[in-house]
């Protein structure tokens, strides 16, 4: 202890305000806190170090699995030029931008966060001519996590509750924060973003897909968007079958290199990106934490601001091992919470490896400050719509 607050918490913050300074150089501040916080368990403390991060395989893999897999899932969804034909689909306005964050809320329903956060960066980029603010980035994220904290298999932490036993439906009151959340978040970013730059009216000239006069879609255009089609249907399969989403969506990557070649390069470019977010989830990982306060939604509340910096994935196994939470606003807190800061929720993690601009902490937070903004209009309509009612009996059944 050093001022009564135990040495693992001070070397993990550290390593945070290094990443929120230096964020070009998060990577290697990200290892170097993973290992002074490890070295620091097992010299001083005699911590099965070891037997603790083969504990954490699955949860590395998945990590691993996700973000690499779906940085050549939104290689392939680009290649398809689908995305090139969007603004034919978006309003021409403002509410362009709008539209496109909603649409990206109801993928993350379905899909991982992680995917339906890349998946409207590819559109973001070529709707916007490239030029996307961070502002608008951090609102992508949000609405992901947004989409996600209702849906038993729109985020991590809400599939960890339904496999504990909460009920799907208890989950779902999540949404009612979260359509509050994306509706500030939506219409203040979609506003930047167009005095930003503007949406394109109509596709550019030249730009379309190879298509029948009936509008049949040509063979490769077809089989682009079916293999990001297999991709995503892969990932959802692994989670609802074998709770593993990167073994499926690794196996849909490998059989949809049948049809084209499996573009590595996009790997390549994402590995740093997802080796910082191992280091800090496995550095969080390490922290003392034998349980968190008494639930209530004062504890639920302060959470999601807490998740904006800290691993929502064992903060959620904590609560679900204490019980007696009210999950629906938890699923929201946690879940919508990481998207405060751009290294608080994978998908801000993965985003970024396309726009390494989103990388500044500062940049993110003074022009995405409506997404705490939304989270805490989201948290108060649903608490004073449904109130607090936590589960008397944990999770688990014990």
Sequence with gaps: MIAGIPVEFILFALTLLGVAVLHRHNLPIALAGLAAIGAYKW???????????????????????????????????EDSGVPDLMPRILPDDWKGGFVLLILV?????????????????????????GRVSVGYLAAIVAASNAGGAGSVVGDTTTTMMWIAGVPALHVADAFIASSVALLVVGVFASRAQHRYQPIQADPRSGVHVDAEELGILSVVVLTRVLVAGLIIGGAVAG??????????AWIAVLIGGLFHP??????????????????????ASLMPVAALPLPSWHTTLGLGFVSAVFDNIPLTALALKQGGYDWGMLAFAVGYGGSMIWFGSSAGVAICNGFPEAKNTWQWIRQGWFVPVGYVLGFFVLLALLGWHPDALKATGA
């Design 262 to 283: 499996i573009p590595w390069a996009e790997a390549k470019n994402a590995w740093k990106g997802t080796l910082f977010l191992i280091a800090l989830v496995l550095a």
């Design 105 to 129: 809320a109801l993928m993350s329903t379905f899909l991982d966060n992680i995917a339906a956060a890349i998946l409207g960066g590819v559109v973001a980029r070529k709707v916007f001519n």
């Design 43 to 77: 010299l001083a403390q005699d911590y099965a170090l070891a037997l603790h991060f083969l504990h954490e395989w699955k949860l590395v893999l998945n990590l691993l699995g996700l973000l690499l897999g779906f940085a050549i899932l939104a290689k392939h969804f």
């Design 239 to 248: 989670n609802v079958l074998v709770d593993f989403p990167a073994l499926g």
